[in-house]
């Protein structure tokens, strides 16, 4: 598979870092620290993101290829 390099912007970074914390002591009652809740962040990114990433690319992909097929019948009805 394909890395893929996924960058954050500072602010979105530290608000994810914050929310997976809030999370763990939530769901959890643990206690994360900023760099337990950054490596983890990591790794979500790093290693599921980019499944998630392609699987966000195929759904617009066959969204527009229905929406595609939609206009060449709409054309087709109108000749």
Do not use: T
Not at 3 to 9: A, G, P, R, V
């Amino acid at each position: 598979m394909l890395k893929m390099e996924i960058e954050l912007k500072k602010e979105v970074r530290a608000l994810l870092v914050e929310n997976l914390k809030r999370y763990f002591w939530q769901e959890r009652n643990e206690e994360l620290s900023n760099l337990g809740a950054e490596l983890l962040l990591d790794f979500i990114i790093n290693d599921l993101g980019p499944h998630i990433y392609n699987k966000g690319v195929e759904d617009c992909h066959a969204y527009m290829y229905e929406r595609v097929e939609d206009l060449l019948g709409l054309e087709k009805r109108l000749r």
